[in-house]
Nanobody
């Protein structure tokens, strides 16, 4: 059974930082591309960043230079370091795993950036 559990969300002031974590189980983590997505109130879910099993990363344009995705295969965990946060970064952030051609999602963690 695949499980993705996000943590690290919370309330932060604009300009601040947060680090999200996603612990994965039920998959062979080191072979799985992973990603972070987010969904703001009233908007569609959007890509934040992805990381391949080999560590190659990809970011949405609005996150480049501010967010960093990384993974620790020994801990079956993917991270999202978010710096210089803006109020428009307020959203529920979801972890995603691409495993055997199927996409799995966590339940999300809420990030609120106050102005």
């Amino acid at each position: 059974q695949v499980q993705l559990v996000e943590s690290g969300g919370g309330v932060v002031q604009a300009g601040g930082s947060l680090r999200l974590s996603c612990a994965a189980s039920g998959i062979i983590f080191r072979f799985s591309p992973m990603g972070w997505y987010r969904q703001a109130p009233g908007k569609q879910r959007e890509l934040v960043a992805t990381i391949t099993s080999g560590g190659y990363t990809n970011y949405a344009d609005s996150m480049k230079g501010r967010f960093t995705i990384s993974r620790d295969n020994a801990k079956n965990t993917v991270y999202l370091q978010m710096n210089s946060l803006k109020p428009e970064d307020t959203a529920v952030y979801y972890c995603n795993a691409d495993y055997h051609g199927l996409y799995y999602w966590g339940k999300g963690t809420l990030v609120t950036v106050s102005s």
